[in-house]
């Protein structure tokens, strides 16, 4: 059997692992000049490489462990703990668990306490992971009421889904809770990441699909489905024409809809009502750490970034060359100013936002800068959201499909990635009952 993966970030070169080892013939096409997708990283410095986009994993992330382990990459794997913060009226608060919500002091006491109540409902009650109807934030004025709502659910929601936050099911908000939950130990989190960045996975994962015969294929973007008698048979590049007995995408849906849109108009609309946040990641290069804090969540309204996640408080920065690095991040609709804003000009107006939430002129500090945008960074996993999933096998015969709208209701990651690649392969009528099952809830539908 032939199979052309179209994609070659983490879900396609995952998939290309699993239908090897089913002793399927693979070739991996990838529209960029290096795989990886979202995990990409570039040279920082000193030799150093970081992700354009802040990576970590989860303790419980049972299904990258597997793979670290079959990759020989075991003993790169670091797990660190990690604090978090919260920005509310110019201060910074600790919000590493219960003990720092009732010590926040941005909110009255009953508002902590709600705040505290409701947080631990999501977290340990049965039920909220299934309830795709109520909206998160009609709850949460309901349960953690007015105040608390306003002061931290509304800023969170807001630089996650923007105008569309309204829209989100509690379901979602409750897989978030329990994912960060269950990587706590006592009221320490520990996260993961790789020595050497994930570019180490990237490669080893490519190097080994390499060495057991599958082609990994850059700058090969699929612009065509190639069909015979009804059926995708193959794909076409600008290079050339690819035959194969089944093809599995696993690039953004709006995209694949492109590529279906002759073959099943109607099959390629379902695709294209599954809408993509942006996101976009400006990384500091400074002198001095910014906030004390790994994850610091901006809660005070008018900041163009959500969340100052400082690296080098994951990762030492001796890794680095010495230099603190930092991301300012946020995801937008396509449609927000700050999508197409100028990169200069955003970086100006960020510079500002951090001399005014930190009240000091950061700018002395500031020895590089990067901004990079994914414009496919996280569906927007609205209101009944799994009545959209696709299926994986699809209704055009030969053409199966995995991609990040089959993470819900957990959220997208590395490690759900694998996990979605597995359900593809089986859908495909393959084994992959060999990648354990972690406490992903990746893959429930679709
Ligand atoms: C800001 C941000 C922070 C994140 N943080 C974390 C984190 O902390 N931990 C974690 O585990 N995950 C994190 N993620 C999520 C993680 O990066 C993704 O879930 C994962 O990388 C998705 O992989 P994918 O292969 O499904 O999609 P992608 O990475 O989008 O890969 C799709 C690939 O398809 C290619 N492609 C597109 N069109 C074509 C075509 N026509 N032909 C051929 N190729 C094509 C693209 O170039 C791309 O390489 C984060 C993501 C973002 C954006």
């Keep these: 059997m032939d199979v052309v993966v179209v994609g070659g970030g983490a879900t396609g070169l995952a998939a290309a692992y699993l239908l090897r080892q089913n002793g399927v013939?693979?070739?991996v096409l990838e529209a960029s000049s290096q795989p990886g997708g979202l995990l990409s990283t570039f040279e920082v410095g000193e030799g150093a490489r970081l992700?354009?986009?802040y990576h970590h994993f989860f303790t419980h992330d049972a299904e990258i462990n597997w793979l670290l382990g079959e990759l020989g990459l075991e003993d790169?794997?670091?797990f660190r703990p990690t604090t978090m913060g919260?920005?509310?009226d110019g201060e910074i608060y600790p919000f590493d668990g219960p003990g720092d919500v009732l010590t926040f002091g941005a909110m009255s006491v009953p508002a902590r306490l709600r705040f505290g109540m409701s947080a631990a409902m999501l977290t340990y009650l049965p039920g909220f992971?299934?309830?795709e109807e109520t909206p998160a934030l009609e709850w949460f004025r309901r349960w953690a009421g007015k105040e608390a709502t306003e002061t931290i659910w509304e800023p969170m929601m807001d630089v996650k889904f923007g105008d569309a936050a309204g829209q989100i099911p509690i379901a979602w908000m409750a897989g978030r809770l329990r994912q960060r939950a269950r990587s706590r130990d006592g009221t320490e989190e520990k996260l993961g990441y790789l020595k050497g960045s994930l570019q180490v996975l990237v490669d080893r994962l490519v190097e080994v699909l390499r060495e057991e015969g599958v082609e990994v294929r850059c700058d090969a973007p699929v612009e065509q489905l190639i069909r015979s008698d009804g059926r995708v048979v193959g794909v076409e590049t600008p290079e050339e024409v690819m035959e194969a007995d089944a093809v599995l995408s696993t690039i953004p849906t709006p995209i694949l809809s492109g590529l279906v849109e002759e073959i099943d108009d109607g099959y390629a609309s379902s695709l294209r009502d599954i809408e993509y946040m942006g996101a976009i990641c400006t990384i500091l290069s400074m002198e001095e750490s910014l906030s004390p804090v790994y994850w610091l969540n901006v809660a005070d309204p008018?900041?163009?970034?959500?969340?100052v996640i400082e690296q080098t408080h994951l990762i030492p920065l001796e890794e680095y060359g010495g230099r603190h690095l930092a991301y300012l991040s946020r995801y937008v609709r396509h449609d927000h100013p700050l999508w197409s804003k100028d990169n200069e000009a955003l970086l100006s107006q960020q510079l500002g936002e951090l001399e005014r939430l930190f009240g000091r002129d950061v700018k002395?500090?500031?020895?590089?800068?990067?901004?990079?945008r994914g414009r496919f960074a996280a569906p927007i996993t609205g209101l009944k959201f799994s009545e959209k999933i696709p299926s994986y096998d699809t209704p055009i015969p030969g053409l199966y499909m995995a991609a990040m709208p089959h993470v819900y209701p957990d959220e997208r990651s590395t490690n759900n990635s694998i996990r979605i690649a597995a359900a593809a392969v089986e859908a495909m009528g393959l084994d992959s009952g060999f990648v354990p099952e972690g406490t992903s809830l990746a893959s429930s539908y679709g």
Excluded: C, Q
């Design 25 to 27: 013939d693979v070739t």
């Design 51 to 53: 992700e354009y986009f």
């Design 76 to 78: 790169k794997a670091i």
């Design 86 to 88: 919260m920005m509310r």
């Design 129 to 131: 992971e299934d309830d």
């Design 302 to 307: 008018g900041y163009s970034f959500g969340g």
């Design 364 to 372: 002395p500090l500031l020895n590089d800068h990067w901004i990079f």
